[in-house]
């Protein structure tokens, strides 16, 4: 069975999958409940038909995290996760591996984000490591998840990328996902990351890298489509005018 229908079939079967963490505001951060419509999610869908990135949601209520601001905005808003089904298939590859390989005794993941992992996870991981930046993060997604799996979770503040684990672990699968949109320029950490746990763990893999590698080859094979290519903002904007959707 390919990639793409393994990632099929995985969206049929969590098609209903949520979390549940409370919202809550910490610093730069924001746990939020957010409502897709029908026509947003039309909207949405039609982005990803056009930039043919397989990326599909459904009308409902989602829990998003937030991080607001950065220098040119302070008012932008970044989302950076949410358990839109998009998102939550994109850890298809690692439940698939956990569930052939189950009980998989130790697990790392670099990005907490709003802890679909554990909710994905928890029936075939004995015990998860998870290395996240921003202190905010922690404070609003770790309690909860702590709570419900205890003695299971150890989180570690640190900045993935120089991150050293204590000698002698290893781990039987590692999954990195810090970053926070699709792109070419996320493969050169996927690979250092990839890298520094090539010897220390069973299995890896990094959030969408087919999607950021296959945005690499198109680059690579039509240089000049991306030298006018109409950016992912600009698309945005038309499509949002197209839709008439003002909010
Ligand atoms: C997309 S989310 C991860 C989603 C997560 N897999 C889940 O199950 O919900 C990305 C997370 O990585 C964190 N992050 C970003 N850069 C990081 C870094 N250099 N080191 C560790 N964490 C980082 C962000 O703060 C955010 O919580």
Request: aromatic share 12%.
């Amino acid at each position: 069975v390919n990639y793409k229908e393994r990632r099929h079939a995985f969206i049929q079967e969590y098609v209903n999958f949520k979390v549940d963490l409370p919202a809550g505001q910490h610093g730069l951060y924001e746990i939020k409940r957010c409502q897709m419509d029908e026509r947003s999610a039309m909207f949405h869908n039609a982005l990803g038909l056009v930039t043919k990135t397989d990326r599909f949601s459904r009308p409902g209520v989602y829990t998003q995290l937030i991080r607001w601001g950065n220098n040119a905005d302070p008012y932008a808003e970044t989302v950076v996760m949410s358990d839109h089904l998009c998102e939550v298939a994109d850890h298809e590859p690692l439940v698939t591996y956990a569930r052939e390989h189950a009980p998989l005794e130790r697990v790392l993941i670099n990005g907490l984000g709003i802890g679909v992992c554990f909710e994905l996870l928890a029936p075939y991981v004995q015990h998860f490591t998870v290395v996240e930046l921003s202190a905010s993060v922690i404070r609003l997604v770790a309690p909860h998840y702590q709570a419900r799996y205890p003695g299971r979770i150890e989180i570690i503040q640190a900045n993935a990328l120089t991150y050293r684990p204590p000698k002698g672990v290893r781990y039987n699968a590692v999954f990195h996902d810090i970053w926070d949109f699709i792109s070419h320029n996320n493969l050169a950490e996927m690979r250092h990351l990839q890298r520094r746990y090539g010897r220390l763990c069973d299995w890896q893999d990094s959030w969408a890298r087919r999607y950021c590698e296959r945005d690499a080859r198109k680059r690579r094979r039509h240089p000049e489509q991306y030298e006018k290519a109409v950016d992912q903002k600009e698309l945005y904007r038309a499509l949002n005018t197209l839709f008439a959707i003002t909010d």
